[in-house]
């Protein structure tokens, strides 16, 4: 829908999926008064309101997350200041040494992906709390995304082997094979063919 959604035609019933779209898609929708039924996940939509209004002038917005993912592109199509995507703490390093060195008075302003991986994101917020001065640190990946990659950690110390079972495209399914693939040998699967 983010290439060609100029070319919805005006009867068009339309789904936003729940990675939200860019911003200006669903100001064109709006705007071209097509039925759009809004399936946003509302933690997504926190995220675009707590990003929408963060200062333009001297701010810093750092997203956790997959820069080619949509929900991140939407994400950052909702801010109106500097930004940059990091999907681990290795890169937020880079990132914000090579930042504040030319903008030490900068304020850091940082989100995450909903699905953004527990273990990344405890390392980056160090990595912040090391470099940042006062960051104001929005704590957005979902609880059950939270509690999934928890329990996937818990039962994978304890099992010789796992399956995960999910598209090969999901960030979620990716972070959790991840997750058990420290712990025990894992499978990824997409159907009962491949089990």
Known sequence: IEEDYRKIPEEANVI???HGVPKEVYEYLK???IYSLDMTCPFVTKIHKIVSEIPKGNSLLLVAGDADHPEVIGIC????CEYRVFRNADELNDILTQFLDTCPDIHVYVVSQTTFSIAEWEKSLNI???LCTNP?????ICKATHERQAEADRLSKECDAMIVIGSTHSSNTVKL????KENCKTCLIESAKEL
């Open 177 to 180: 094979d991840n997750i058990c």
């Open 136 to 140: 104001t640190v929005f704590d957005t």
């Open 128 to 130: 912040i709390n090391l």
């Open 16 to 18: 936003i999926r729940a």
């Open 31 to 33: 705007e071209a008064n």
């Open 77 to 80: 199509s909702f801010a109106e």
